[in-house]
Structure formats: structure tokens, C-alpha cells
């Protein structure tokens, strides 16, 4: 195991493929940071922090995994690098954990690189933005459990096709259906029946009222619990969610405080880890079934 993860490794480290990951993860750091000190310089933008900025490295990190995990496997199929490994006599087993450690390892270190220039070069860039993200490090963690949740899932795909072509055809359908169902989902379960209302009382004190009003866009309570299940089994769907859903304080208000009427709630973003943590556990046990049976050509 440990010799398949060397070569593995020093095969990735002398491939033109780890630089222009590395290249395209520090460019798209530097260019987001731009951007939003660019606005904060010209606008006077408040909303736009750079702990948002890291969060937004959860939207694209599933095309980021589907795209590293077509081109890294697309070689080892064409080059016959999983059938020499298995004549060679290496396990299948070992064989699968040992590109799955590859390409979750390879996808944490990318996103880890990420984290580091933004908060080391955009903290005082953008410190005039007087948001921050309420439990921040938390949610670093959500997004950490879900690019090892994807890593899981596409490398199952991966695995479990012989034909390369036919591995990127599908691992990019499957990712962006899944980013899109991510969105759909979400909408379908955040909704709430009733409305509400937030004002001030007469003593300044924030009140909620429920309005009798019936939402009449309200799907009714099986799809919305079913749609929740689904947003937090797809990790893309997590994605959007952390995104969308983490609170942000302005100036000590939250922004959910402000006056006015509400149609939609808050999704729950505690179990995302239960959530990831199954998926891996589930499409890695599948990936070494189905591969410790598949023939290999």
C-alpha cells in the first residue's frame, strides 16, 4: 500500500497535471481577492469578506474533483496502469484506496492552499469589510468532509469504468446534474408553510410573528423533508448551502434580523458531517465491490 501511494504520488508531483492545479487554485485566489478589494475600493462594498471568500470555494470544488479525477485516472486506464499494477500482483483493494487516498489528499491540499492565500493575503486587503461569518472554522470543516464525500464519489465512478472516455462523459454529467439538483433541492427545502414577520417592539427588542397567510408555492411537508434529505446527501448540494446559509453579522445584526417578511427558512446545517461521513463510508465500500469484481482490459 504505502509503495503504491509513492509512486502514485511521485508520479502525480512529476506530472504537468499537479502544477496546473496548483497554478489554477493560487490564480483563482488571487483574482477573487482582486475583485472584491476592487469593489470595496470603489463602492464602498461592505458585504463582501474574505471569510465569504473562502466559503465560495465550495461551489466550484466538485468540478474541481471531477476534473482532477478524469485527467489522473483517464491516464491510469490509458496508460494501463491499474492492470500492470494488478498483474504486477498489488490488490485490488489496495490499489483502489491508494488512488482514492491520491485524489481526496490531492483535492484537501488544493483547498487547504486556497484557505491559506486567502486569509494571508486577503485579511487586510479586504478588512474594511465589517461582515464576518458567524463560526467560520466550522464551516472550513463542513467543506473539508464534503470535498472528501465527492473525492469518495467520483472516484467510485471512476473506478468502477475501464473506458476513459467514457469516465469523463460521465463524472461531468453526474456533476453537474448533481450542482444543478443541489439548487433545486435547496429551493424545494427551504420553504415554509406559513410566513412570518420580524419587527421591533415599543422596548427595541426583535419579535417574530407567525402571519396567517398559507404560502401557496409550499410543496407540502414530504417533498420538503425528502428534499432535505437529498441536499445534504449531495455534497455539491452542501456546498451551495454553506455558501448561502452561513450567518453573517453586520455591525452585531444578523442578517436574517432585518425587518420585513419571510417566506423561506434556514436549512440545518448541523448534520452535513453525518451526512459526508456516509457518503464516504458507503461509495468506498461500493468502489472496492465493484472493482474487486470488474474485468479489467
Known amino acids: 500500500m504505502i509503495n503504491l501511494l509513492k509512486a502514485n504520488l511521485d508520479r502525480?508531483?512529476?506530472?504537468?497535471l499537479f502544477i496546473i492545479f496548483v497554478i489554477f487554485v493560487?490564480?483563482?485566489s488571487a483574482v477573487l481577492i482582486y475583485n472584491n478589494y476592487s469593489n470595496i475600493e470603489k463602492y464602498?462594498?461592505?458585504d463582501k469578506n474574505v471569510h465569504q471568500l473562502v466559503l465560495n470555494y465550495s461551489q466550484i470544488?466538485?468540478?474541481?474533483?471531477?476534473?482532477?479525477?478524469?485527467?489522473?485516472?483517464?491516464?491510469?486506464?490509458?496508460?494501463?496502469?491499474i492492470r500492470n499494477k494488478v498483474i504486477t500482483g498489488y490488490k485490488r483493494t489496495k490499489i483502489y484506496l491508494s488512488n482514492l487516498i491520491i485524489i481526496a489528499g490531492f483535492n484537501i491540499i488544493l483547498y487547504l492552499l486556497f484557505v491559506g492565500i486567502s486569509l494571508a493575503i486577503g485579511t487586510p486587503l479586504l478588512s474594511k469589510a465589517n461582515a464576518v461569518i458567524k463560526e467560520f472554522p466550522k464551516y472550513l470543516i463542513y467543506i473539508f468532509l464534503l470535498i472528501l464525500a465527492y473525492s469518495s464519489i467520483i472516484?467510485?465512478?471512476?473506478?468502477?469504468?475501464?473506458?476513459?472516455?467514457v469516465v469523463v462523459l460521465t463524472i461531468m454529467i453526474i456533476t453537474v446534474g448533481s450542482f444543478v439538483f443541489g439548487f433545486y433541492s435547496r429551493s424545494v427545502?427551504?420553504?415554509?408553510?406559513?410566513?412570518?414577520?420580524?419587527?421591533?417592539?415599543?422596548?427595541?427588542?426583535?419579535?417574530?410573528?407567525?402571519?396567517?397567510?398559507?404560502?401557496?408555492?409550499?410543496?407540502?411537508?414530504f417533498l420538503v423533508?425528502?428534499?432535505d434529505k437529498l441536499l445534504k446527501i449531495n455534497p455539491l448540494g452542501q456546498a451551495l448551502t454553506i455558501c448561502q446559509e452561513a450567518v453573517t453579522i453586520y455591525d452585531g445584526v444578523e442578517y436574517w434580523q432585518m425587518l420585513g417578511s419571510f417566506t423561506t427558512k434556514d436549512i440545518d446545517m448541523s448534520?452535513?458531517?453525518?451526512?459526508?461521513l456516509a457518503d464516504i463510508i458507503v461509495f468506498t465500500g461500493l468502489g472496492l465491490i465493484v472493482f474487486n469484481k470488474k474485468e479489467l482490459k
Open 12 to 16: 502525480l508531483i512529476k506530472s504537468k
Open 26 to 28: 493560487v490564480g483563482l
Open 44 to 46: 464602498g462594498s461592505q
Open 61 to 81: 470544488s466538485g468540478f474541481i474533483v471531477a476534473v482532477f479525477t478524469c485527467l489522473y485516472l483517464g491516464v491510469e486506464y490509458s496508460e494501463g496502469g
Open 155 to 165: 472516484t467510485f465512478i471512476g473506478m468502477s469504468i475501464s473506458n476513459s472516455t
Open 189 to 221: 427545502a427551504e420553504k415554509i408553510e406559513h410566513p412570518y414577520s420580524i419587527f421591533q417592539d415599543e422596548s427595541g427588542e426583535l419579535v417574530t410573528e407567525i402571519l396567517d397567510d398559507y404560502n401557496s408555492r409550499y410543496p407540502g411537508d
Open 225 to 227: 423533508n425528502l428534499h
Open 271 to 276: 448534520k452535513f458531517p453525518i451526512y459526508s
